[in-house]
């Protein structure tokens, strides 16, 4: 950058320097091909020139001398010669990627946290909320949430004054709740995924806004918005229906039809109004140690990166060749038991982790851990013991509400292992640095 301020003498080393470089290449990748007296010039060249640049020779010795030097490798440098700033730093480029790959397969590997069954300890995607009557972030902040936080804004806008109304569905258990309808999309403008489509109405125009289907606060930002609590939608439900509002609606055709409700919300609003604004907020990004539990066996309580490709359940259910994290709560041979809202492994309180003694006390954001809150797990139901099989390990997620784990789809095989996570380094919050 400060070249421009050298002397004479220092730029005609450091050129020196590069052509000693380049001599010693040619040297090495193609001495088997070169003749007894090509290598004996070469090497005298280099010698030279070497001798040279050590004593600190001045601009005219090295000068000549490296021009003695460039006519030799114009005759022994085959491919190598000329020297190319291109060939130079696609070369530099092709070697740092293959470093690279290598680190990545083979000592530390990067991974997103797509979901929050990890939460509190680490975060998936979460969203902050901007509700009617609250300021957003305006463009200055937004780029320095953007950076430091991985904040993407997602907003739903009014096309038209109106009314408000949007699509519910009911749960097993009789509960409304948003209507996610499945559909194909893009990641990043160019990946394949698979997304939620949530559809509003203002008067009878729909208007759609399609998030991750690893995003699962959606429920949480849209109450938020429009109740102060799930009383207030029911009562809101039972006015529209005694009103006969509410619309029963097919979305999708054949096997993939699927019913759902259309139910006014009981409020108005004019062209661009948000019908829904919030921040949706990067998952934590962290590098996995691949390499350590090659030689040191896994430690319950420590965080646990595995593959899904050859557990059962989880091929059954579709979700191929995954990296999955949670918490290691069994080796082969333990006995282990969810006592709400603990663990016990051999007949005692589990130990290993900060997170195993928050959830049992359900501290802070800890919940404690359950037997079935999802309500079709295969292990861990209430009474039950569950023994760890040889050369397989019980992982569990410290969010135990929402986690699927082995209580649902049983064990990973040993060889399916991949390693612990090492260290959070992005996004800038106070998780960042050594992963729990």
């Known amino acids: 950058m400060f070249g421009f301020f050298e002397s004479p003498e220092k730029k005609m080393r450091e050129n020196a320097a590069r052509w000693l470089e380049q001599a010693a290449k040619v040297w090495h990748f193609r001495r088997d ?24 020779a001045g601009v005219g010795e090295l000068k000549s001398s490296i021009e003695s030097l460039e006519g030799v490798l114009r005759k022994t440098g085959g491919a190598l010669y000329p020297m190319s700033g291109l060939k130079e730093n696609v070369e530099f480029f092709l070697v740092a990627a293959i470093v690279i790959l290598g680190v990545r397969t083979y000592f530390l590997k990067p991974m997103v946290i ?3 069954s990890m939460w509190p300890t680490y975060y998936g995607l979460t969203a902050e909320n901007f509700p009617p009557g609250t300021a957003a972030p305006g463009w200055g902040e937004r780029l320095f949430r953007l950076a430091g936080f991985g904040a993407v804004r997602k907003e739903v806008v009014a096309p038209k004054d109106g009314e408000v ?18 559909v194909d999309g893009t990641s990043w403008l160019v990946f394949p995924a698979k997304l939620n489509e949530y559809t509003f109405f203002v008067d009878d125009e729909p208007v759609k806004i399609r998030l991750n289907e690893d995003f699962h606060d ?53 062209a661009g109004d948000p019908l829904l604004r919030f921040d949706l ?42 990296y999955f994290i949670k918490r290691l709560a069994g080796v082969p041979g333990d006995k282990i038991e969810i006592k709400e809202p603990a663990i016990y492994r051999n007949g005692k309180p589990i130990e290993g982790a900060a997170a195993f003694e928050a959830n049992a006390r359900r501290e802070g954001k800890y ?8 309500g079709n797990a295969q292990n861990l139901l209430p ?11 019980l992982a569990l997620g410290d969010n135990s509400l929402i986690s699927e784990d082995g209580r649902y789809w049983g064990f990973v095989p040993e060889k399916e292992v991949l390693g612990r996570p090492l260290f959070i380094y992005y996004p800038f919050t106070r998780r960042w640095g050594p992963a729990k």
């Open 165 to 182: 109304s949007a699509l519910f569905t009911v749960s097993p258990g009789g509960q409304p709740h948003p209507f996610a309808a499945r």
């Open 383 to 393: 009474g039950a013991t569950l023994t760890v099989p040889p050369r397989s390990f």
């Open 367 to 374: 919940r404690g851990y359950f037997n079935n809150p999802l």
């Open 33 to 56: 091909v070169l003749g007894v007296e090509q290598e004996r010039e070469l090497n005298r060249r280099r010698e030279e020139l070497a001798a040279l640049v050590k004593n600190r």
């Open 281 to 322: 907020m990067k998952g934590d990004m962290l590098v996995v140690d691949c390499v350590s539990w090659h030689f040191v066996r896994p430690k319950v309580g420590s965080g646990f990166v595995f593959e899904t490709g050859k557990i059962p359940n989880l091929v059954l259910e579709g979700f191929g060749d995954q």
């Open 114 to 116: 797509p979901t929050n």
């Open 218 to 270: 959606y429920d949480e930002v849209f109450m938020e918005t429009y109740f102060s609590d799930p009383a207030a939608l029911v009562a809101q439900i039972k006015r529209a229906q005694a009103q006969g509002l509410i619309r029963e609606v097919t979305v999708g055709s054949g096997s993939q039809a699927y019913r759902a409700y259309r139910i006014p919300l009981g409020r108005t609003v004019k």
